[in-house]
């Protein structure tokens, strides 16, 4: 089998790459214009019918928030319970092994 060519190898790497990017900024490009779509955009029945849909939206992303505050308030929790003993504790050892006392001013 002949080796390919430097052209070869070049512009075939262009080209596949030329084409990907052209396909994926179309798919990419529909699905974007689908995501933003609403029914405000072009509203179709009724008004109360798109104020459920908002409020659902509003509810599931409240919903997702009080995940996160707890996630957060837990966090917060663990921080002030550990991380002092464990920075005094270092602390303690880098003195011990520089030889130092905590008298001394040295900090």
């Not at 089998?1 to 990419?28: C, H, K, N």
């Not at 509810?59 to 308030?73: F, G, P, Q, V």
């Amino acid at each position: 089998m002949a080796d390919p060519s430097f052209l070869q190898i070049i512009g075939g790497g262009v080209t596949g790459a030329a084409l990907t990017y052209g396909l994926t900024w179309w798919r990419e490009r529909r699905r974007m214009k689908d995501a933003y779509r609403a029914n405000i955009d072009n509203p179709r029945g009724d008004p109360e019918a798109i104020k459920a849909m908002f409020d659902a939206m509003i509810a599931k992303i409240e919903e997702h928030l009080s995940w996160s505050r707890r996630d957060i308030d837990t966090h917060n929790k663990w921080i002030r319970d550990e991380v002092p003993p464990a920075v005094e504790k270092r602390r303690e050892e880098l003195l011990a092994a520089r030889n130092l006392r905590p008298g001394w001013g040295i900090t």
